[in-house]
Nanobody
């Protein structure tokens, strides 16, 4: 059974930090790029960050660059999203997903949700002002 399980969400205040985790099982993890997306109430799902198979290359949405950091632990099949200086506009359900196309970050595809073939159930992050 293929699963991605996110954890680490919660209710925090503006300026606080959270670290989200995404544990993968039942699928090939190490050879694929991984991504984080989020969906705020009433809005479409949007790209947040992605990391290549090696962990050496990362990319971020403009709205989170400089505040969020994506990383991966291949030995433990886990991807992380460290979120610092959180803002109310970061409030959303956060999803991790496996890039079904690439091991590296393809600039034409990494930000598109259709690129990703397996998704977790999401973890809720709420940032109060």
């Amino acid at each position: 059974q293929v699963t991605l399980v996110e954890s680490g969400g919660g209710l925090v205040q503006t300026g606080d930090s959270l670290r989200l985790s995404c544990a993968a099982s039942g699928l090939t993890f190490a050879h694929y790029a991984m991504g984080w997306f989020r969906q705020a109430p009433g809005k479409e799902r949007e790209f947040v960050a992605a990391i290549d198979w090696s962990g050496d290359t990362t990319t971020y949405a403009d709205s989170v660059r400089g505040r969020f950091t994506i990383s991966r632990d291949k030995a433990n099949n886990t991807v992380y999203l460290q979120m610092n200086r959180l803002k109310p506009e970061d409030t959303a359900i956060y999803y991790c997903a496996r890039d079904g196309r690439n091991a590296y970050l393809d600039s034409s595809y990494y930000f598109k949700s259709g690129t990703y073939d397996y998704w977790g159930q999401g973890t809720r992050v709420t940032v109060s002002s």
